[in-house]
Every structure is written in C-alpha cells, then in structure tokens.
C-alpha cells in the first residue's frame, strides 16, 4: 500500500479537494472553497495547509464566523446541494460563532462543513488560551454546542481517527435526506501532526447523489386516495428546488389539474402566472391559496416540511382533510399523520403522473372538467358551482388570482412618485426591473410576509428567502455565497435596519472579492415586524423602536441618529440614498447596472405602517398573556382565544 506523509490538516485539505458529487450524469466538485478566520487554533493547521496547497483549495477571507456559515449556506442552496463551502474558525470564540449558522443549515437541511479548531488533545498545558474548563468532563470543549445543531459531529483526537471520520462527513453532506451541518472539531495538536497517509484516501471519490423511486405499495396508496379525492391541492416546499423537480411538477400540475400552492421554500417552483400556481400557502400567504387550502379534502405535500407558518399553527385545514406526503424523509413524509410516499421529489411526481394519467388527457390543457382524468374529476365540483364564469378562465380559481394580482398592484403602486415609498412599493419598484436573471434574497422581518404574499416570481431560483430559521444578518453573506456561485447574475440582499444592524461586516468581504451585490436597506427606525407582532399580543410594542428613552424609561424619544447608508459607505460600498419613488426608481436600476458591490438606502413609511401589504390571511400562534391588567393585552388574549379552539390535530 503506498502512503504520503502529510499533516492532519493537510491530509483534509487533499481529502476535500478530491471529493466528487453526480446526479443525473453530471460530475461537480463537492468542497469548492473554504472561508476561514484564523487564530491560534487552526493558523498552523489548516491555515498551513491551504498555504502548503494554493492551487487546490479556493479560501475566502470573511469577517465573522457566523456570516461565514451563511455565505456557505448561500452558495449550497443555490448550488441545488451539489457544490459547497468548508469553514475553518479557531478555538473558543471562533469555533461557538458558528452554533447559529450551523442551526440555520441543519434546519433548511442544506450542507455545510464545519471545522472549528479545538484544544489540545494531548493536554499538553491545562488550561489553555480560550478553553472552557468542565470539572465534571475533561473531554468537553465549547465545540460540543454544535453537537445538537449539527447532522453528524466528530472530534478528531488522533491522525488515523480522520480516515473514517471524513468519509462519514461527506457520506452525511452528499445525503438528500441527511444533509445539514457537519462538523469536525480538530483539536489544534493534532491538525500539524504528521501521518502516513494511504493514497486511496487521497485518491479522487465520486458520490452518487441519490434518487430513490417510491415504493410500489406506497404509490398505489397515495394513487388510489388521489383518486378519491375531490377537491386535492398540492403544497410545494422546498424540496421541489432541491431535486430540481420544477418540470416534474409543471408536468404533474398541468397534466392533473391541480392547483399548486407554495411554501417559503418552494415558491418559484412555477412561475407566478402559470394557471395552476395559487401563490404562497398558510400565514404569510395569499387569500387564493389560503381558500383552496380550507376548501382541500386532501393535501399533497411535496418536499415541505409543514411548519407552523404553512399550516396556520394547524387551523388552515379542514377538520377531516387527509395528506400524503412525498418526502425524501420519512421524518417528513408521516408528518399531519400522512399517507407516506418516501421518495425523491421528482421521480415521484413522475410516478404519480404516470400512474394518475396514463393514456389520458391533459386537465389544464383541455379545459379542466371538460376530459375527466378517466373517472376522476378534481375540482370538477367547484367549476359546476360557477357555470358561466369568464371563458378564457382554464382553472375554477383564476378569477380569485386576479383579484389578488389587482390587490398586488394596489399594494404596488404609489400615489405619487414624489412620496416615500411603503416597504411594499419598493417592492413594486423593483418588480419591474427585474427579469428572470435577478436573485432576491431575505430572511427576517415583514419582508418574507412581503414577498410571499406579493412577489412575481420569474424563474424557478430567484425567490431566495430563507425562513426555516428566519434569521436576523443572514442575507448580506448569503449574498456572498449566492454570487459566488451564480456569477454575472444581478444577486439582491433585501434588509431591514435591524438586520442590517446584526451582520454588516461581510460588505468588506464583497468589496474584497468584487462581487456586485445589491443591498437594499430599508430604514424604519426599528424592529418594525416585531412591533406589529408586539400590538397584536398586548405587549404595545415595548421595545421595539429605535429611538432615545424618555423620562419614564421607555423608548418613545426622538429617533436615534443613525446613518447606516454612511456605515455601509464606511465598509467601502457604493451607496446611493433614495428619499422619494422616484430616486428609488434611478438608484435601483443603477445598482441593478453596477458592477461593484452597490447600496441603496431608502427610508419607507414610519414603522406603525410597516409595509402596505394585504393583512395576514391565516392565523399563527403566538402565546398571549392569560392574565393582565392593561386593556390591550386582555383584548388580546380574547382574540387568542377565538382563534386558537380552531386548532386540530390530523389523525
């Protein structure tokens, strides 16, 4: 057997630049780059190693290790989690920046690798510089908070301990229904400790990515409940994207009739004027898909992990409505108690169509009710309760869809285009410069709510918002990561000052490596989202405004005297203020142009009227005080209380 003498790190470094990843004949390198921040617990290790290595391993240098996971997390879903990103952090502080990023990947199930430096294995010195002491538990480290936020965990104490480690690391990132984070903690020792290595763990690796076909007994389940089902909506989440199962879906949907109603995750999987697309489902979605929703005796769920927001903290659906799940996961696929279909996504809506309309026609195409599919005829019902509705309408919900298109256009447009834009109408703003290139990209505050009520969606990745954690500072590095792995398309942060407030720094990073990103920060002196959500519960939006105390402690002074627009300057972006529709319109379609990495800062209408939006269609709960003695929080808690008797448990 012949071996090479390297480094621990080393060895990695080799090891990931020769790891391989396939589906559907097309070969891509896994690990194309690694972000690191370097310190004394990973400089001489793997710091040395990417030197040692310049040509083989790509390094990004970021500015905090929690953007750093976001920027990789940017890159991996937009890759489809075929491509990713490694992040090296040092010991202590560096290694626990990166729980939140990691949390964030394991929860959109999207691949990260994790390499945090650890202290001495061999305890040489004890304590050492950043080290957290257990008395209890000698082998502790701060690296055991990714334990629970991460898909596979491993500490590497000893060189040959790698070997296996690092083929179960990759096993977990290149695994459809495993990925997340994955973390390997080296302990600084033994990253410069040398090791005869064996060639075939150096050698070039190709991991099949999986498609598995659904099992027979379980197809015919979900066909024969299908078939008995009246009125069945289909709920796309983000497992579409990830299969790259958008066709499949067309196919399914026009071939069915079927309305499609999308997820966070999943919306774009059809574009916004497709006949069957219904927009965003459950509390942040539209009255079109809501109503459908109610009106479903079954849901076919596909790729969706069915979160509070999609079902309305389960009060969307009918009482007696039953599911089947296609899911890669069977975790996912039994969820609401579901006829399981454990499947990729696309082989099996492909095996749905087949078995649902082979030798028939096409629902959509015909004129839905007008060539039944065989003996099954959804929503044939709802077209009979209208007979003499408008005759260019294919689907019984196409006249609820341009009513909310016109509630969109509403929400839009401004009354003037010398006033201050609403949140909503800088959105509008920016629905007509884009094309089917652009990319949007958001996480927290009222924009998500926004923009899956709101936003035309032109191509299957454009909708880029990540709201499994929703998390505050995820968008700018995702930006990053997303322009990295688009390059040449025009690539959109949008951010509140909240978030903008949370993680700025990586600006410095875009300007470093000339990425045009667009960031568009919208200024509202405060956490404006939070503030609804706070006058809703009772709690009079304590705490939520950015603005000096006053006599009493609280916080209802004058508004505090930041510029961001001159922070953001500061970092060594371009940035161009916006005060009126008008300049926004310029300074949009001048960033759009621009070819360094562009702000535009513009400040909407006062955070009392956050955004302009349709309110919310559906319910989520948000616990309310049972008990006070101020009128708005008992107000409140009535309301709850109304709400929450719709709560139901599908069984």
Known sequence: MQV??????QALVRFLAAQYTERDGVRRRLVTATWGIFGHGNVAGIGQALVEYPGLMPYHQGRNEQAMVHAAVGYARQSHRLRIHAVTTSIGPGATNLVTGAALATVNRLPVLLLPGDTFATRPADPVLQQLEVPYAGEVSVNDCLRPVSRYFDRITRPEALIPAALAAVRVLTDPAETGAVTLALPQDVQAEAYDWPEEFLAERTWTVRRPRPDTAELDAAVRALRAARRPVIIAGGGVAHSGAEDALRTFAERTGLPVATTQAGKGVLPWDHPCDVGGVGHTGTRTANELARAGDLVLGVGTRYSDFTTASGTLFRPDARFVNLNITGFDAHKQAALPLVADAREGLTALTEALTEGLGDALGEGLGDRPLGSWRPWQDARQAHPHGDPRD????????????ARTDVAYTPESEHARPTQAQVLGVLDTLVTGDDILINAAGSLPGD?????????TDQYHVEYGYSCMGYEIPAAIGVALAAPGRPVWALVGDGTYLMNPTEIVTAVQEGLPIKVVVLQNHGYASIGGLSEAVGAERYGTAYRFRDAD????????????????ESLGMRVLRARTVRDLRE?????????VPTCVYVETETADSVSGAPSAEAWWDVPVAAT?????????????????TARRRHL
């Open 628 to 644: 006070s003695t101020r009128p708005s929080a008992v107000k409140a808690r009535e309301e709850y209380d109304r709400h929450v």
């Open 587 to 595: 300074a949009l379609a001048d960033a759009r142009r621009a070819t």
């Open 553 to 568: 402690g609280g916080f209802t002074g004058p508004p505090l005297p930041v510029d961001l627009a001159a922070n953001a």
């Open 451 to 459: 923009l899956h009520k709101l936003w035309r969606t032109r191509s």
């Open 4 to 9: 090479r003498r390297l480094t621990v790190a």
């Open 394 to 405: 294919t689907t019984p919900w196409a006249a609820s869809k341009r009513d909310w298109q």
